[in-house]
Nanobody
Framework: QVQLVESGGGSVLAGGSLRLSCAAS????????LGWFRQAPGKGRDWVAT???????RYADSVKGRFTISKDNAKNTLYLQMNSLQPEDTAMYYC?????????????WGQGTQVTVSS
């Protein structure tokens, strides 16, 4: 099993940037697809980006061109660089992992880190 702990959230003005981190521990070999999801108040959890076992990255249309997902294997850490943040990006952001291939459902989740963007 893998354990995930997010950090890096905070409050920022529109147009600003944040970098989220997700530290993995436990079973941290390369068998996992890793992803970021977010949940805004009163809404469902939405997929943001994934980093698959081959290093291929995918993004939701709403963040494409603004967010970048990356991974540091030496540090067992997944990142989400978020630029040009907008108020609609306000949400709890979750890191998640799924064995082998990306897709629903993700079986392992962090506790989340809050991102608040004000205009």
């Amino acid at each position: 099993q893998v354990q995930l702990v997010e950090s890096g959230g905070g409050s920022v003005l529109a147009g600003g940037s944040l970098r989220l981190s997700c530290a993995a521990s436990g079973d941290t070999d390369s068998r996992y697809c890793l992803g970021w999801f977010r949940q805004a108040p009163g809404k469902g959890r939405d997929w943001v980006a994934t980093f698959d076992r081959s290093g291929i990255t995918r993004y939701a249309d709403s963040v494409k061109g603004r967010f970048t997902i990356s991974k540091d294997n030496a540090k067992n850490t997944l990142y989400l660089q978020m630029n040009s943040l907008q108020p609609e990006d306000t949400a709890m952001y979750y890191c998640a992992a799924r064995l082998w291939v990306c897709g629903d459902p993700f079986g392992y989740w962090g506790q989340g880190t809050q991102v608040t963007v004000s205009s």
